[in-house]
């Protein structure tokens, strides 16, 4: 049973443009979010968090957004870049777990 | 400051063979823990450890084993190895909440 799900495993977008990457989860007791970012042959790196008490997190390019009665969040990256092309993990964590999306490949085109 | 530290970082394993897989992070993190990645597949917890001398199994233990006896070093140990256990495997530690450093990765096939 997964508990963590990014359903679109690949997504394409305009450099330039809005990237919206969606994820769900089915366990309301997760009390953290997290995205990561990873590289091929490189291990993930950490992006974005949010807590479950709010409802938008920003960095930067980078916001997240947390949808709690749907269960749902999602990361927008504003403008999109080159070297945002990689494969991106939606991760919940309840105390010590971290549980992990399947990912989604972002591809940035020229 | 070399952050988490896998080694090696590619293996191929014959079916029955045992190996571990050694991680070392210098970043006095209480914390540590194992995944795997399978191709389509999210990140797996194996093992974890919250601190020298405690150990705990993750979503994924069967065929593993871990040890934890210093707060740098949380080695994973795979005594028979069999072809499910092809996959890259990630070791991560964390000190406080928002997010994990990973190591780069180690790719084992069994063949």
């Known amino acids: 049973d997964q508990q963590v799900k990014q359903n679109s495993p690949s997504l394409s977008v305009q450099e330039g443009r809005i990237s919206i990457l969606n994820c769900d989860y089915t366990n309301s007791m997760f009390d953290y979010f997290l995205w990561y970012k990873k590289y091929p042959a490189e291990g993930p790196t950490f992006l974005i968090s949010?807590?479950?008490?709010?409802d938008k997190n920003e960095d930067g390019r980078f916001t997240v957004f947390l949808n709690k009665s749907a269960k749902h969040l999602s990361l927008h990256i504003v403008p999109s870049q080159p070297g945002d092309s990689a494969v991106y993990f939606c991760a919940a964590q309840r105390d010590d777990k971290i549980i992990f999306g399947k990912g989604t490949r972002l591809h940035i085109l020229p | 400051n070399a952050g988490v530290t896998q080694t090696p970082k590619f293996r191929i394993l014959k079916i029955g063979q045992s190996m571990t897989l050694q991680c070392t992070q210098d970043m006095n993190h209480n914390y540590m823990y194992w995944y795997r990645q399978d191709p389509g597949m999210g990140l797996k917890l194996i093992y974890y450890?919250?601190?020298?001398?405690?150990?705990d199994k993750g979503e994924v233990p069967n065929g593993y084993n871990v040890s934890r006896s210093t707060t740098e070093d949380f080695p994973l140990r795979l005594e028979l190895a069999a072809p499910s256990q092809t996959s890259v495997y990630f070791c991560?530690?964390?000190?406080?909440?928002?997010?994990?450093?990973f190591g780069s990765g180690t790719r084992l096939t069994v063949v």
């Open positions: 450890s919250v601190g020298a001398g405690i150990t």
């Open positions: 949010i807590s479950s008490i709010k």
């Open positions: 991560a530690s964390i000190r406080e909440r928002g997010g994990y450093t």
